[in-house]
């Protein structure tokens, strides 16, 4: 396999790449990493830190250039350190003078994630994810059926600890209620546009619910990851069992109501439905309450009195205890503005700090071990652990 890979640190990638022709028209410093017969490089196409980083992809056998779809948020140029092949799946960037949350990004060239989206689109496809030291906090699934109380124990969730937690805002072509607001309780949208969009891959999971389209997109998870909060979806039993089987690594919970006369009574008194879309609610929560004991949910929670609904599931997430309410790893340092990267017997990458000035809280030497990194949220890549040597 050695054979096979080359990493950016090996001058003759580049002169691979010069010897067929150059052309990716990248500005300033490029990393090239070969995986099987393919040379990933990556570099930006305008000048300036804050230019997006770009990925052009060249197929030695064939001597062409291949235009990957490119999925994630991608990281700006004064990322580029070096490209370093982790595993065979995702080559590692490294940034200097930055923060612990910051400095590493992957780019997933053949991940669970990356596979699904090539099925999926077609052609090349690669995906940007952001390092995550340690494992961080799982996104929570919460389902059940329609009028059992998702909404209400979500909003006291989210409004007692706002700091901790954060809402996927899901796409609907269902028509917005009186007090619903385009961006926070759904992205309303148009029926053909979220198709297309769903066949663009921009869709995590969607499902056909009570006669809508309803799903969730990449962005809506990471726009809550990237604020470092732990993500809620409230997303149907069809939706919840997509999310399993996909890499994220989720916490199930089935909200069931104490009879089927009182979900009823609720979705009647909410008073947000026609007696047509009741009776199809209503349909559809048998079905749902029978799918919720298949074994796919971790916890089914039941509610009937709110108050100890809510108090079960702060339990379940270990909020009644607050030490263990799910920060992120607390390691903090700052990377060096110059540094090498080397790997140790171990197969650790190890970064070393070329700094003339020693400052506080940045490290001489950083040490990765990547052996256990893997997908988790969407745009991110989780498991990375870190020893420092100041
Ligand atoms: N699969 C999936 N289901 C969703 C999503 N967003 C909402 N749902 C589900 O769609 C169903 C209907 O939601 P909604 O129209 O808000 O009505 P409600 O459940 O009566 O409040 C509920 O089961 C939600 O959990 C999503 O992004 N994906
Ligand atoms: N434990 C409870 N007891 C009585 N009414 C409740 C309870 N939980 C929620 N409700 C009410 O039931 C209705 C449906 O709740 P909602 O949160 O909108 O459900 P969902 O989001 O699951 O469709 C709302 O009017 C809400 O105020």
């Known amino acids: 396999m050695g054979q096979e890979i080359q990493e950016n640190f090996s001058?003759?990638?580049?002169?691979?790449?010069?010897?067929?022709?150059?052309?990716?028209?990248?500005?300033?410093?490029?990393?090239?990493?070969?995986?099987?017969?393919?040379?990933?490089?990556?570099?930006?196409?305008?000048?300036?830190?804050e230019s997006p980083l770009d990925v052009k992809l060249f197929d030695k056998a064939?001597?062409?250039?291949?235009?990957?779809?490119?999925?994630?948020?991608?990281?700006?140029?004064?990322?580029?350190?070096?490209?370093?092949?982790?595993t065979n799946d995702r080559i590692l960037f490294l940034k200097a003078d930055s923060s612990a949350n910051e400095f590493s990004y992957f780019l997933e060239v053949d991940s669970k994630f990356v596979r699904e989206r090539k099925d999926l689109l077609g052609g090349e496809?690669?995906?940007?994810?952001?390092?995550?030291?340690?494992?961080?906090?799982?996104?929570?699934?919460?389902?059940?059926?329609?009028?059992v109380g998702k909404g209400t124990v979500?909003?006291?969730?989210?409004?007692?600890?706002?700091s901790t937690f954060g809402f996927s805002v899901s796409h609907t072509t269902r028509a917005p209620r009186e007090k619903e607001v385009n961006g926070?309780?759904?992205?309303?949208?148009?029926?053909?546009?979220?198709?297309?969009?769903?066949?663009?891959?921009?869709?995590?999971e969607s499902a056909l619910v009570h006669g809508n389209l309803y799903g969730t997109?990449?962005?809506?998870?990471?726009?809550?990851?990237?604020?470092?909060?732990?993500?809620?979806?409230?997303?149907?039993?069809?939706?919840?069992?997509?999310v399993r089987a996909?890499?994220?690594?989720?916490?199930?919970?089935?909200?069931?109501?104490?009879?089927?006369?009182e979900l009823e009574k609720r979705l009647r008194d909410r008073g947000t439905e026609t007696e047509e879309q009741i009776q199809k609610r209503l349909r559809n929560a048998r079905k749902e309450i029978e799918e919720g004991k298949e074994g796919l949910f971790d916890h089914v929670l039941v509610n009937d009195d709110l108050e100890s609904c809510y108090a079960n599931l702060k339990k379940l997430l270990g909020l009644d205890s607050m030490e263990t309410s799910n920060k992120a790893a607390s390691v903090d340092f700052?990377?060096?503005?110059?540094?090498t990267i080397s790997r140790d017997a171990e197969n650790n990458i190890v970064i070393d700090s070329q700094d003339t000035e020693t400052k506080d809280g940045i490290p001489k030497k950083i040490v990765l071990d990547v052996s256990s990194v893997r997908g988790g949220a969407p745009g991110r890549t989780r498991g990375l652990t870190v020893s420092i040597e100041y």
């Open 217 to 242: 997109s990449v962005e809506a998870v990471e726009a809550v990851t990237d604020t470092g909060k732990r993500c809620i979806l409230d997303i149907d039993v069809q939706g919840a069992r997509s």
């Open 334 to 339: 700052r990377t060096p503005s110059s540094f």
């Open 125 to 147: 496809v690669v995906a940007w994810s952001k390092g995550s030291i340690g494992d961080g906090p799982k996104p929570i699934v919460i389902s059940g059926p329609s009028g």
């Open 62 to 86: 064939t001597g062409k250039w291949l235009a990957p779809t490119i999925l994630g948020k991608k990281p700006n140029s004064s990322t580029v350190h070096s490209g370093v092949l982790v």
């Open 154 to 162: 979500i909003n006291k969730l989210m409004k007692d600890f706002p």
């Open 184 to 204: 926070i309780h759904y992205h309303f949208t148009e029926r053909e546009v979220m198709e297309t969009e769903i066949k663009e891959g921009k869709f995590l």
């Open 11 to 49: 001058a003759s990638l580049h002169e691979t790449l010069s010897a067929c022709g150059d052309d990716s028209d990248f500005k300033g410093h490029k990393t090239i990493t070969e995986i099987f017969g393919k040379l990933y490089v990556v570099g930006a196409t305008s000048e300036g830190a």
């Open 246 to 261: 996909s890499t994220i690594e989720a916490i199930f919970i089935f909200i069931r109501p104490p009879s089927f006369e």
